[in-house]
């Protein structure tokens, strides 16, 4: 099971793009950023860094 980013929440700070142990956090187009699921280890550093709240198993 992957961690998800909620990108209605997301403030694009980059926070969890900096801790990602895998390096599968990429900004989008659109200013947010999103999880590759697949390469996810669901390791939980990425929500433990969010300000907001936004990412979630
Ligand atoms: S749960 Fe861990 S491996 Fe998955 S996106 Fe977050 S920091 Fe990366
Ligand atoms: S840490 Fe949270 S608010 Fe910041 S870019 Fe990641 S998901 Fe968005």
């Not at 990108?7 to 700070?13: H, L, V």
């Not at 390096?23 to 390469?39: L, M, P, Q, R, V």
């Amino acid at each position: 099971m992957a961690y998800v980013i909620n990108e209605d929440t997301c403030i694009g700070c980059g926070s969890c793009e900096g801790v990602c142990p895998v390096s599968c956090i990429s900004a989008t187009d659109e200013g947010k950023y999103t999880i590759e699921e697949d390469t996810c280890i669901s390791c939980g550093a990425c929500a433990g860094v969010c300000p907001v709240e936004a990412i979630a198993e």
